[in-house]
């Protein structure tokens, strides 16, 4: 009995044991449980975001901007863009496309590591969107900029011409116009200043006849301006038919002659009667140097005051009908030397001006005559100009200046004389002569 009483309590204690090392354990892990929350509450708030950010940024697409958004440039500048990235996991792979995803202009190119963008020599065809597309493990993003070229007008006509019409038919020609920044359009006749009635849509200024009549023949002129220029298209009209009214055409429309050269200007005129052709200068009498046989005009050894718009004017008794040519006569330069003999003292300053008239653009030469150089310290400008700051005796003598176009050239001289004293030594001696 009592050894069965003494187990049973020997049995007891060892389950107590066991069961306090179970609660030991228990407790061993609640600690470290609870040490290691505490930890964590005891870490500073900027290491918490700082282990945050870098837990988001392991993980993130590609942030980035691209600057300038927008850019103005004319024709012929060069512009950059620069995509910049903000943030997101690395590597980051930068490219440029078109916002329409085509290639990029034969004139774009992009740095080494694909940032930058730079169009040279801009046309108005590298107008238009530009996309950065930046890449990497977690995904792509893009940045848009705006490219905006200013340039002259770009003018088309529709339909193109010369149109050949029947009297009475209705006439419409559009004049479609493009540019930066957007050009005005007008319509006008040439030789004539009265303004026309035309409607506008849009980039389309369209000039139209309900009915054409024989004095509509002529040729007309659409012009587009902006700030970049001017440009001008023309398109022939010719009204045929009808009632036997006159059409008159002439031929060549617009002349290019050189100075002392012969003319000869074509106009034909149909109708019935057979029309009656006479020709005109506007606003001046024709030269006194030429003959009208047959409806042609023929003028002879044409100066530059020939210059100008010559009329043919057709005429039976159903009407009349007027045609243009426009000439231009160039001339080649003539050349004047101002002053053209200076005299100086050594250290004085020369200054020459060779002047020309004619058809530009001039270019003007220096030369010294007999001497394969000019003077040391001799300056030449574009205007014509010839500049030696401080002259010496040795720079004394004749120059040249050769004024040329693209018709020819004129030569002028100036004489350029240098004066003064001359020492030498005759043993203790010393002598004074003027040169």
Known sequence: MVSQGLKGESDCMKKRQKQSEREREKGCTLGRRWDFSKFIMDLSPGVLILCSLLCTVAGQAPVISAVPRAATVRQGESVSFRCQVGSGA???QLEWKRANNQALPENAKTGPDGSVLTIANTRPGNQGQY???????????????????KHAPKVRLTPAGPLRVRLGDSVSVECRATGRPRPTMMWKRQGSTLQLVTTETNDVNTIQWAAVRPEDSGVYICQAENNEGVTEVKVEIIVEGGLGA??????PVEITAVEGNAVTIECQASGSPPPVITWSKLRAPLPWKHTVAGGVLTLTSVGRQDSGQYICNATNIHGYSEAYSQMEVETPPY???????????????????CLAHGSHPIHFAWSRVGRASMPPGAETTKDGRLLIAHVRLSDGGTYKCVATN?????????????KGEITFMFGQFKFHQNN
């Open 406 to 418: 693209h018709i020819g050239s004129s030569e002028a001289v100036a004489k350029v004389i240098v």
């Open 90 to 92: 690395q590597p980051i």
């Open 131 to 149: 996309r950065c597309v930046a890449v990497n493990s977690a995904g792509r993003s893009t940045a848009t900029v705006v490219l905006n070229v």
């Open 335 to 353: 050349a004047t030397c101002l002053p053209d003999q200076v005299r100086l003292q050594p250290g004085d300053s020369l200054r020459l001006q």
């Open 246 to 251: 006159p059409v008159a055409t002439v031929n």
